[in-house]
């Protein structure tokens, strides 16, 4: 039997907005304090993560990491060019 998908359309282009942006800000600040400091309390974490090949990555990623993302001139579609010259 096959799900019904949902009739939601997500809307990709509101994580990019200013208030969006400041609210995943607070939340995030939030979470620091009352998720990660306690559990790092009890069992700490590198000072430095990264990944098995050294390169230095963040405790987690949000929108706000990406707010300058150009969907189509920096991932663009699989297999698509796009000459940047």
Known sequence: ML???SSITPH???LFEESVLESL???RQQ???TTV???TH???ERKHLMT???VSINRVYTPQDNAALDYRRDLNL???YRNMF
């Open 3 to 5: 799900e019904q998908q």
């Open 12 to 14: 990709p282009q509101l």
């Open 25 to 27: 800000k607070i939340e």
């Open 31 to 33: 979470w620091e304090e």
């Open 37 to 39: 400091q306690p559990s």
């Open 42 to 44: 009890r069992m700490p």
């Open 52 to 54: 098995t090949s050294g």
């Open 78 to 80: 699989p297999g698509e």
